[in-house]
């Protein structure tokens, strides 16, 4: 048996939203190098435009979509042209995600809802366009980005932990309705990787120290190290796995 085979995505298509930069593109370039032409997604052509030629340079099959996640409008058009005129769109990651931190006593109502209308309906507008179709075929493969938040809190992040909570039992709920139609979905619960995102608490050196410590593997994660879940869950290979979190971590959840 070719078991690496089970692995392979080639002859699929992924789209990843949030992709231009940090975890999103990580996964592009992984899930490319499984095989699979990407679509990138993000709200600012210019990033998108670098990603691309970056990634068409080692040989990939790249195309942008821009848009924001949050437009439900756009995100429809985007997606049933894109069926349209270039065939089915095979995986959905629901990567796109912000945090905007700060002490809940204060916190404003503005910011409360940009995070949750990103993190949430966000992926519920993403995962509802491609799902339709993906539902026609029978087939699909969503895969959704939680985080350490989806099972654990932390001082001034309540909307973010909000946020990831609700994107895992988004998983286990479209699992529960979506499985019929061969819909795998699941989930991959990144513990702390270095991108922008990070990047005021990579800068302090106190949550930096803390951090290491608090990990067993005492140290921060490399994107990459995140492309075998994705492409596990992407791919033949999970086939009968479903409304799972697969948490990438290096030990955090599981020791205090
Ligand atoms: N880094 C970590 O340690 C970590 C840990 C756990 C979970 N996560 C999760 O992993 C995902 C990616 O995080 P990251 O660390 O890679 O963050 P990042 O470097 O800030 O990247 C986030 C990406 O999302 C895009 N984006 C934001 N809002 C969007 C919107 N409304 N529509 C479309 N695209 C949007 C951004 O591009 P534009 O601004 O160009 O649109 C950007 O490329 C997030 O869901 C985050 O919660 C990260």
Redesign the pocket.
């Known amino acids: 048996m070719d078991t690496l085979s089970l692995f392979s995505l080639k002859g699929k298509t992924a789209l990843i939203?949030?992709?231009?930069?940090?975890?999103?593109y990580a996964l592009a370039e992984g899930l490319a190098g499984a095989g699979a032409k990407i679509i990138l997604?993000?709200?600012?052509a210019e990033?998108l435009t670098t990603a691309k030629n970056t990634l068409r340079k080692k040989g990939f099959e790249i195309t942008c979509l821009v848009?924001?996640?949050?437009d439900s409008a756009a995100v429809k058009m985007a997606v049933s042209e894109y069926e349209k005129e270039k065939g089915p769109i095979d995986i959905l990651i629901n990567?796109?995600?912000?945090?905007i931190r700060g002490p809940f006593e204060d916190f404003k109502e503005e910011d409360w809802e940009k995070v949750l209308d990103?993190?949430i309906r966000?992926a519920m507008i993403v995962s509802q366009a491609v799902g339709k179709f993906m539902i026609k075929r029978k087939r699909g493969k969503i895969i959704n980005?939680?985080?350490?938040q989806s099972e654990l809190g932390r001082p001034t992040i309540v909307p973010y932990t909000i946020s990831?909570g609700g994107i895992k039992m988004l998983t286990k709920a479209l699992c529960a309705e979506w499985a019929k139609y061969n819909i795998q979905v699941n989930g991959v619960?990144?513990?702390?990787?270095e991108?922008?995102?990070?990047k005021p608490l990579k800068d302090d050196p106190e949550f930096d120290k803390w951090l290491c410590n608090r990990t067993p593997a005492n140290r921060w994660?490399k994107p990459r190290e995140l492309i075998g879940a994705a492409v596990y869950l992407s791919s033949e290979a999970g086939d009968y796995v479903n409304g799972h979190i697969l948490y990438v971590d290096g030990g955090l959840l599981a020791s205090v």
Do not use: H, Q, W
Not at 41 to 44: L, P
């Open positions: 939203t949030g992709s231009g930069s940090g975890i999103g997604n993000g709200r600012n990033k848009f924001d996640v949050t990567n796109a995600g912000i945090n990103t993190n966000g980005i939680c985080s350490m990831k619960g990144p513990g702390y990787f991108t922008e995102l990070t994660g």
